[in-house]
């Protein structure tokens, strides 16, 4: 019963709100008592995230992997970033972003930052992630520049 009070809560509350727009274009016609004019009952939807499920995935992996060093942003400003003697990689920073290839940032997931000539101090996770958390962590840290 508790979780039905709940969703008509949400559902009458989201009604409200998507009813303030389409009510002002409709206010020229006249009020009807046969229903017509009442509100489509829809159902309820689970909150909606706007990153895809690979996306979503990668997301889980890089606060549990990937934050201490790179930020919960992306910004480079993890916890542990202070320890280190070259900065982590901004994937906040569109412009730098730009420069890495996929394959390129999959190599150094996969094979640690000497892979390409980078510091070691970006880790190899190779035998820790398998290939769709790879392709997740990509999808994912791609993201952190688009908003
Ligand atoms: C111990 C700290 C640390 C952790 C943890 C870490 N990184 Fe890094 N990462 C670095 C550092 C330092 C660099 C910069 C290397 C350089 O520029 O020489 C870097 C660079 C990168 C780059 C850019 C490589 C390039 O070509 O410039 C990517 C992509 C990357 N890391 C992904 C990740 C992902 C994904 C995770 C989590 C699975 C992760 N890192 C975890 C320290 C870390």
Redesign the pocket.
């Known amino acids: 019963m508790a979780r039905l009070g709940i969703m008509f809560t949400l559902f009458a509350t989201l009604s409200l709100v998507f009813s303030i727009p389409a009510g002002s274009s409709d206010s020229s016609s006249a009020p009807s008592d046969t229903g017509a004019n009442q509100p489509r009952f829809e159902l309820p939807q689970k909150p909606t995230s706007n990153m895809t499920p690979l996306e979503q995935r990668g997301a889980n992996?890089?606060s549990y992997?990937?934050t201490?060093?790179?930020g919960t942003k992306g910004e480079g400003d993890g916890i542990?970033s202070f320890q280190?003697t070259?900065?982590?990689?901004k994937f906040a920073d569109a412009a730098f972003m730009a420069t890495?290839s996929d394959a390129?940032?999959q190599k150094?997931?996969r094979q640690g930052?000497s892979a390409?000539d980078?510091?070691p101090?970006?880790?190899p996770?190779g035998r820790v992630?398998t290939d769709q958390d790879v392709a997740a962590?990509v999808a994912y840290?791609k993201t952190l520049s688009k908003n």
């Open positions: 992996l890089y992997y990937c201490v060093c790179h542990n280190l070259t900065p982590p990689a890495l390129d940032i150094v997931i930052g390409l980078k510091s101090q970006m880790q996770w992630l962590l840290i």
